[in-house]
Every structure is written in C-alpha cells, then in structure tokens.
C-alpha cells in the first residue's frame, strides 16, 4: 500500500486567484494521478502525472488550467489557476501500486 | 457519458445482514475492476478488486462477483457491521491495470442496529 499526504487540507479562495495543492507519498511510484470530486458527483480523473515527462489529460483538462508538476517519485503538485466558483470540488490525488489505486485524504476547495 | 453507473443511490441495511451493492458498466473494454469505500472527509479507501479473468474474489466479509455478459459486478458485505456505513464506488480501467480510472456515481450504505 501506500501513505499519502495533501497540503492544504480545506481552503476557501477568492475567484481569479490561483491554488496549489501538494502531494507526497511515503514512497517511490512511477503513476501518480489527480481527481476531482465535484459535489454530489463521482471522481474524475484529471491527469496522470509521471515523473520526468509532461503530464496526460484527460479529455475536458487543460495545462494552463491545472498544471502540474513531478518533481520526483515522492511528490506531485496541481494548480488550479484563475479559479471560479465552478472549481469548488475536492482534489484528490492517488498512486498506483502494483494493482491498485491508493488515494490521498484530498483537499477541499471552495471558490466565492 | 457515464460509462460505470451504480444505479442506487443509498441502500440501508440491518446489522449482521448481507449488504449488496452493484455496479453495470458499458465499455466493453474495461477489464479490471475496484470497489472503494469512502468516509466524509477522507479520500477512498481501498476495498477489493477483480480482473475480468475471474468472476468472483473474496476478500474476508467483502465478495465481489462480475458477469461479464452482462456487463454488471456486485459487492457483497457479510455480516454488515455499522462501521460499514459510508459512500461505495466501483471503477473500473482497461488493459488489466489499475490506471485511469473511471468511477461509479456511489451508493450510500447505511447499516442500522
């Protein structure tokens, strides 16, 4: 399994403003991935971020709205820039290990 | 295009019955399936999982069973324990890999006393 940590827990934005959100897992993985869970929805998966190349979006994500970076196998971090009340969701990233998807606590985003 | 659905949105049941839930998908190309629990405030829990290979996995009080004919898989808690109450998603990827994966809507599991 995997242990996965996300800074900030919760944060209440203005719009147009700018968050980052940080991942780090307790060990090496190659995938690492980003959803969103708007309210009363299901997970959607955002991108797929591996270390040492661009990420992946998916279809309906764009880069200049959540870039991300990996800086290395530990760590992940998603922007989600120029934000509207739209992007209130909460964030979660996950990991793969061998079969399986481990996920992050997520972080709570509300935009006003 | 919801591609994995679960068509109940809560189901209660009583302490110490079965608790089913169940899943219908319609990408033919899903091969590898999972089944999360998720508290309030917590992101998934893992729970258990099945590759399309097999039509059953058991894992302790939790059963998952898929037909893939019909193109459905369904998660079995025995004995249901209140802790058990929280919100279910089952996903599913292709390629026999947990990667990309695409979630159910959920299903509400309340187990009452």
């Known amino acids: 399994s995997a242990v996965i940590s996300q800074k900030p827990s919760r944060d209440i934005c203005q719009r147009g403003t700018s968050l980052t959100i940080q991942c780090q897992v307790d060990?090496?993985?190659?995938?690492m991935f980003w959803y969103r869970q708007q309210p009363g929805q299901s997970l959607t998966l955002i991108a797929t971020?591996?270390?040492?190349?661009?990420?992946?979006?998916e279809s309906g994500f764009v880069i200049d709205k959540f870039p991300i970076s990996r800086p290395n196998l530990t760590f992940s971090t998603l922007t989600v820039s120029n934000m509207s009340p739209e992007d209130s969701s909460i964030y979660l990233c996950?990991?793969?290990?061998?079969?399986?998807?481990?996920f992050g606590p997520g972080t709570r985003l509300t935009v006003l | 295009d919801q591609q994995v659905k679960q068509n109940s949105p809560s189901l209660s049941v009583q302490e110490g019955r079965i608790s089913i839930l169940n899943c219908d998908y319609t990408?033919?190309?899903?091969?590898?399936f999972l089944w999360y629990k998720k508290y309030p405030a917590e992101g998934p829990t893992f729970l258990i999982s099945?590759?399309?290979?097999?039509d059953k996995n058991e894992d302790g009080r939790f059963t998952v069973f898929l037909n893939k004919s019909a193109k459905h898989l369904s998660l079995h808690i025995v004995p249901s324990q209140p802790g058990d109450s929280a919100v279910y998603f089952c996903?599913?990827?292709?390629?026999?890999?947990?990667?990309?994966?695409?979630f159910g809507t959920g299903t509400r599991l309340q187990v009452t006393l």
């Open positions: 099945i590759s399309s290979i097999k």
């Open positions: 996903a599913a990827s292709v390629a026999g890999t947990a990667s990309k994966l695409t």
């Open positions: 990408n033919s190309m899903f091969d590898y």
């Open positions: 996950s990991v793969r290990v061998t079969d399986t998807q481990y």
């Open positions: 060990s090496q993985v190659t995938m």
């Open positions: 971020a591996n270390q040492g190349s661009e990420a992946t979006y």
